[in-house]
């Protein structure tokens, strides 16, 4: 018996099961053969009168901007096939992020305070022959989902939502007026729709919201099979009996590449334990291992990690996921009244997993959007798609992803990723947190980023031509572009809010094409964000 079987036999739920079923969708990915279904469908005929203004088909991330919509007086439906409930598992982000959840009256002060789980600092960066780095105030808040989610159900009721739970999304059909959107409920007498019977259900919305994650079905229809750029896998579990639990590590590292990968690892204080996770960047090759191996290495390199012996341990859940990404990110729909938000957008960095932060993060940029969108009918896939606008800032990070992967017949020195990185961030750190921490919070900016290259390439000139093999030119290329667009967007940005005043008597209908304009400079470039 291996080490990871044998420890997770021990958890209850019994989590190698579900081990086991998400490393054969990953062998179905490296091998292209999830199907690509054929569930929108589109129908010239007007449908007349809808049921709700929109329909959200996933509640984990569709519940937040749901509650935010049916504030503001829309109909809104949100389809969950399950129970729409928080994992036990907390969710990591800093606290400033989490001011939009009071500021869109998501939440109380007391509420927020309540969903805190844990706050710990500082936390910590971490790589061999190194000093460590140690930055307060980023990551170091775990929010309960479970109270999170229970708490928005309620509001998202109060406000006039209808929840659907045990229903599941089975197909859509668009017309040029409305979507109807077939789903599968053991519930059905209780939704307002057309029923055809054997649990089918038809609802019709104005606008179809997707929030089921990177494998709905809608997402792969829209990709057409393709193989994503490059993947994030990720195992981890949460234990009791470490006898240090009061910082966490953000990025650290303390192994050299291994079977073609670098491996990465993140510590967080969790409400009941501690929370680990090994983590690695990886393109989707068939000749990739699965997340059971992984899970193997997890487990025989996490007493080094922590300085501690596993039989010490008390392991209450095991995490493991893997997180395509797509450079063609984020996506914009190929329909008409078809939106997709969260993960099934693509709207985070590759250098990220779990797309609650970037949720968050976008969460009254998309409601603003999607209010005025229905305000002024602006429904169509083209007025839809400056909703997930091109942001440079995202694209930027696709080299830096590239930069901590290996190529499955590529040979670089083992040693060459964590000098980078330990560099890099040595030099970030001593430009000051301004520099250091947007970009720890997956927010990249045009003047941090020529300052950390501009004194890397100065001082390590032979690091950064030791990498240009490893990324290779067509990326590097690719990188510049977007590096240059990144400064042209921070420029736009400053020009467009000093003839602000000037735009804000523009008609109403073309408002909603400046403020799209506004927020993708402006979100493309960074300045979203705060210190």
Known sequence: MSLTEEILSQISGNPLNGLRKADELWTKLKNNRIPVPDSVKQESQPLGMVDYDIVISGGTLGILIGTTLAMKGWRVAVLERGKLRGREQEWNISRKELEVLIDLNLLSEVELKTAIATEYNPARL?????DDIWVKDVLNIGVDPVYLLETLKNRFVESGGILLENTAYESAIIHPDGVVVKVTSTNSSSIEGEELGENSIILKTRLLID????????????????????????VGTCATGYPHNKTGDIFASFTTVNHQCQYFWEAFPAKDGRTTYLFTYLDADPQRFSLESLFEDYFKLLPQYQQIELHQLTFKRALFGFFPCYKNSPLKMPWNRVFAIGDSSGNQSPLSFGGFGAMVRH????TNGIDQALKTDQLSQNAL??????QPSLSVTWLFQRSMSVKVQQTINPEQINQLLATVFQEMEQLGEPILKPFLQDVVQFFPLTQTLSKTAIYHPGLIFKIIPQVGLISLID??????NLGLYTGLYSLAKTLEPVFKKLPFDSQYYYDRWLEAWQYGS???YHQ
């Open 126 to 130: 971490s790589f061999p022959n190194s």
């Open 211 to 234: 929030a089921m994650g990177h494998f709905s079905p809608l997402v792969r229809q829209a990709r057409q099979g393709q193989k994503p750029d490059a993947v994030c896998l990720v």
């Open 363 to 366: 969460l009254k940029r998309l």
């Open 385 to 390: 798609s400056l909703l997930q606008p091109y």
């Open 479 to 484: 990188w510049t572009i977007h590096y240059w």
């Open 526 to 528: 960074g300045q979203d």
